[in-house]
């Protein structure tokens, strides 16, 4: 049995099962894409909520596995050379879990296409889709000054307009389906959510709307949004 007391965050969400994939993250858009990825490739793993509230991502314990403080982040007891290790950021565990099943990256080109756009969120999707959030709905939303909020909700307009352009004539964003869908289209799925869609002009975007349809249609979608269960 692997042993994981190398690791201080098992002591405030210990492991049932230390043989399998540690998994601390909250339903989020950047935390369901570990989720995803665990439902979609089959490893074997254990999720432990962790909120967003400061008792628990700057605690002692979770900040000892990711000292930013931020959701998801993973232990694999079986890592490289069977050795335990403990990851962050979502697009790493990402592709971190597409190398070690196997599965959702793809080779030589197909394979820096799906990283590409992986990169495209990270760098462009999800900070921007965030702010929008914030300046819209959440604690940005009362502002007397709706610069900020109007830069974010065109921003989030101009990256629509990127991916719908993008899909004229692909089903999925890097060839087969791969870890740049499962990182894209949670944040999509974030405009229901934050309340945005007509703000940003969603409807105007055909090609999009058909495929985060497609990317929630798949049963491992379907419950990777769901885990770790918030109650």
Same mark, same amino acid.
């Given at each position: =049995?692997?042993?994981?007391?190398?690791?201080?965050?098992?002591?405030?969400?210990?492991?049932?099962? !230390?043989?399998?994939?540690?998994?601390?993250?909250? #339903?989020? #858009?950047?935390?369901?894409?570990? /989720?995803? =990825?665990?439902?979609?490739?089959?490893?074997?793993?254990? !999720?432990?909520?962790?909120?967003?509230?400061?008792? *628990?991502?700057? /605690?002692?314990?979770?900040?000892?596995?990711?000292?930013?403080?931020?959701?998801?982040? =993973?232990?694999?007891?079986? %890592?490289? %050379?069977?050795?335990?290790?403990?990851?962050?950021? /979502?697009? &790493?565990?990402?592709?971190?879990?597409?190398?070690?099943?196997?599965?959702?990256? %793809?080779?030589?080109?197909?394979?820096?296409?799906?990283?590409?756009?992986? =990169?495209?969120? @990270? %760098?462009?999707?999800?900070? @921007?889709?965030?702010?929008?959030?914030?300046?819209?709905?959440?604690? $940005?939303? *009362?502002?007397?000054?709706?610069?900020?909020?109007?830069?974010?909700?065109?921003? &989030?307009?101009?990256?629509? $307009?990127?991916?719908?352009?993008?899909?004229?004539?692909?089903?999925?964003?890097?060839?087969?389906? /791969?870890?740049?869908?499962?990182?894209?289209? #949670?944040?999509?799925?974030?405009? *229901?959510?934050?309340?945005?869609?007509?703000?940003? $002009?969603?409807?105007?975007? !055909?090609?999009?709307?058909?495929?985060?349809?497609?990317?929630?249609?798949?049963?491992?979608?379907?419950?990777?949004?769901?885990?770790?269960?918030?109650?």
């Amino acid at each position: =049995m692997p042993d994981l007391s190398a690791f201080p965050i098992t002591a405030r969400w210990p492991a049932a099962d !230390p043989s399998a994939i540690q998994l601390y993250a909250y #339903p989020t #858009p950047n935390g369901v894409k570990a /989720s995803i =990825m665990l439902e979609e490739t089959g490893l074997p793993y254990e !999720p432990h909520l962790v909120t967003l509230k400061d008792a *628990d991502v700057k /605690s002692d314990a979770f900040l000892s596995l990711n000292p930013n403080n931020k959701i998801p982040a =993973m232990i694999d007891p079986d %890592g490289p %050379g069977g050795q335990p290790i403990g990851l962050f950021e /979502s697009g &790493a565990i990402l592709i971190y879990l597409a190398e070690k099943s196997g599965k959702l990256l %793809g080779e030589g080109a197909a394979r820096y296409d799906a990283i590409k756009w992986l =990169m495209w969120q @990270m %760098g462009g999707v999800g900070p @921007m889709f965030g702010q929008l959030g914030f300046f819209w709905k959440l604690g $940005g939303a *009362d502002w007397p000054d709706k610069r900020p909020r109007d830069r974010y909700v065109a921003e &989030a307009r101009r990256l629509l $307009g990127v991916i719908e352009g993008h899909l004229d004539g692909r089903d999925w964003v890097a060839g087969g389906y /791969s870890i740049a869908d499962i990182a894209i289209a #949670p944040w999509l799925n974030a405009l *229901d959510f934050y309340g945005a869609k007509d703000a940003v $002009g969603w409807d105007d975007h !055909p090609r999009t709307v058909a495929y985060l349809r497609r990317f929630m249609d798949r049963p491992a979608v379907q419950r990777g949004l769901k885990i770790p269960d918030p109650g």
